[in-house]
């Protein structure tokens, strides 16, 4: 079975705070951000809503991907993000 490996961008409620990350698990990191298992950026933010992500199978081009992604102002993510979500619906239940 393939490992993927996902960069995703998460926000708050208001769509005010961006956080871009990489993971091998999109599932399980989006759960650990709902529920504000650490006292990070994400949990002092309220980040939990995910409204962007990426797949790859290569962990080196999806780190390669997140720090693009990161390098990128303000206006590039949410131009992004609203091509990919243009309603910036919380995707989580769409995941898998």
């Given at each position: 079975?393939?490992?993927?490996?996902?960069?995703?961008?998460?926000?708050?409620?208001?769509?005010?705070?961006?956080?871009?990350?990489?993971?091998?698990n999109?599932?399980?990191?989006?759960?650990?951000?709902?529920?504000?298992?650490?006292?990070?950026?994400?949990?002092?933010?309220?980040?939990?809503?995910?409204?962007?992500?990426?797949?790859?199978?290569?962990?080196?081009?999806?780190?390669?991907?997140?720090?693009?992604?990161?390098?990128?102002?303000?206006?590039?993510?949410?131009?992004?993000?609203s091509?990919?979500?243009?309603?910036?619906?919380?995707?989580?239940?769409?995941?898998?």
């Amino acid at each position: 079975m393939p490992k993927y490996y996902c960069i995703y961008i998460i926000t708050n409620l208001s769509n005010t705070v961006l956080y871009t990350g990489v993971t091998g698990n999109l599932i399980g990191r989006i759960y650990y951000h709902k529920n504000n298992f650490s006292s990070s950026f994400s949990s002092k933010y309220n980040l939990n809503k995910l409204v962007y992500y990426e797949i790859f199978e290569d962990i080196t081009l999806a780190i390669q991907r997140e720090k693009q992604i990161k390098a990128g102002n303000r206006k590039r993510k949410i131009e992004l993000i609203s091509k990919f979500n243009p309603d910036w619906k919380d995707l989580n239940s769409s995941l898998f």
